[in-house]
């Protein structure tokens, strides 16, 4: 089995910072960082720069709001670390994209990436939020996102070699 690790918890728990540490260790030619984030407000722009000021110039970063699979299986190699940041956006972008009327073509690429995750060639890490601690949602959509999050980060932790779960920035293996 491939090196993939999976880091997960809850919001500002330090998932990205120790996913980078976790990349950084790695011994790799290329560094490649898979954004999933599509920055509509600048709030979020703002997030952004904050997460390309704490990586190295030895990052390469690749937007991929919707083709994570096709990014994983484009730059996974034995000389290269692939750091994706994050799942849960990738399903939220997936849910705007297709709405609730196309729950089979989440279903489709969530099998999509595990398959991808499976056949990297190299190491990959993946940041998800933990969204099964909290309460059951008022609405359908977030109801659903809840749910497709919660079966992504399943399916991905079943595949992963490691898992860590990040709680007030300390990391907790649980895998």
């Known amino acids: 089995m491939k090196n993939v690790c999976l880091v997960i ?9 120790y996913a980078l540490e976790i990349a950084e260790k790695i011994n790799a030619d290329r560094q490649i960082f898979v954004a999933t984030c599509q920055p509509v407000d600048e709030e979020m722009r703002q997030r952004v720069r904050q997460h390309r000021r704490q990586r190295s110039n030895r990052w390469q970063t690749v937007e991929e709001p919707l083709e994570l699979p096709e990014a994983i299986d484009t730059h996974a190699s034995p000389d290269a670390a692939v750091l994706v940041d994050c799942l849960t956006l990738w399903i939220s972008n997936l849910l705007l994209q297709f709405g609730d009327n196309r729950p089979d073509e989440l279903t489709a690429r969530s099998d999509r990436l595990v398959r991808a995750v499976q056949a990297a060639s190299g190491p990959v890490i993946l940041v998800s939020n933990e969204v099964g601690a ?3 949602p008022e609405n359908r959509l977030a109801r659903m996102f809840r749910d497709a999050a919660g079966t992504v980060n399943q399916q991905v932790a079943e595949v992963a070699t490691s898992v860590f779960w990040m709680v007030a920035g300390i990391a907790v293996k649980i895998k």
């Open 9 to 17: 918890g809850g919001c500002r728990s330090g998932k990205s910072r």
């Open 134 to 136: 909290g309460i059951v």
